[in-house]
């Protein structure tokens, strides 16, 4: 068993090999200087790095300094003045439920103003919230005076209707629509309420003769 071959040496055959035959030492992957493997034609080692480009870091400014900021813009754009509050609403609402209140005798017409000024009320305070106006306040109270004038006005109805029924006034209307055009009969009927309101009150409304 023969051992391993040298360059030099004699072959199996005793015949002796041309060092010729073999790659002279550092050629593999060698640069021109004879560096490593991989080396850069500097001599460097495998994997070097490239020389950096001038003027410093990567997205710096000609000087070589940092990465530049964006330019500052002065002027162009003005910020546009704020809209003047939409305080109608609540003051509308405000009016007409006040109104409403002192109207509640009228006989459906401050219900009516109280109906009117409640709707303002909600679409006050719902500019409000919004930050279209700025009286919500005002808006809410205008509510209240709303809600107030349409029970203060129900309220009035219904007393004048019982009051009027009390007193006889649903008899009277039946005995006018029964009388038609006769006119002693018309008569007859008002003495009759005016003789039911004094029993019932103990008053006296027909002056003595």
Request: proline share 11%.
């Amino acid at each position: 068993m023969t051992g391993p071959q040298y360059p030099g040496q004699p072959g199996p055959d005793d015949t002796p090999r041309d060092p010729g035959q073999y790659p002279p030492p550092g050629q593999y992957g060698s640069s021109p200087q004879g560096g490593q493997y991989g080396s850069s034609p500097q001599g460097g080692q495998y994997g070097g790095q490239y020389p950096p480009p001038p003027g410093g870091q990567y997205g710096s400014g000609p000087q070589g300094g940092q990465y530049e900021s964006a330019p500052q813009y002065s002027g162009g754009y003005q910020q546009q003045p704020p809209a003047s509050p939409k305080n109608g609403m609540g003051i509308a609402a405000l009016i007409l439920g006040i109104i409403s209140v002192l109207a509640f005798w009228t006989f459906g017409f401050g219900i009516l103003l109280g109906i009117v000024a409640v709707i303002l009320g909600i679409v006050g305070r719902n500019r409000a919230k919004r930050l279209e106006a700025t009286n919500k306040g005002v808006a809410t109270t205008g509510l209240v005076f709303g809600i107030l004038g349409i029970i203060a006005g129900a309220v009035f109805i219904a007393l004048s209707v019982w009051v009027f029924n009390e007193v006889g006034g649903q008899d009277l209307t039946d005995c006018l629509s029964n009388a038609g055009g006769d006119q002693a009969a018309i008569e007859q009927c008002q003495q009759d309420f005016t003789s039911n309101l004094e029993d019932r009150f103990s008053v006296t409304i027909t002056p003595s003769p």
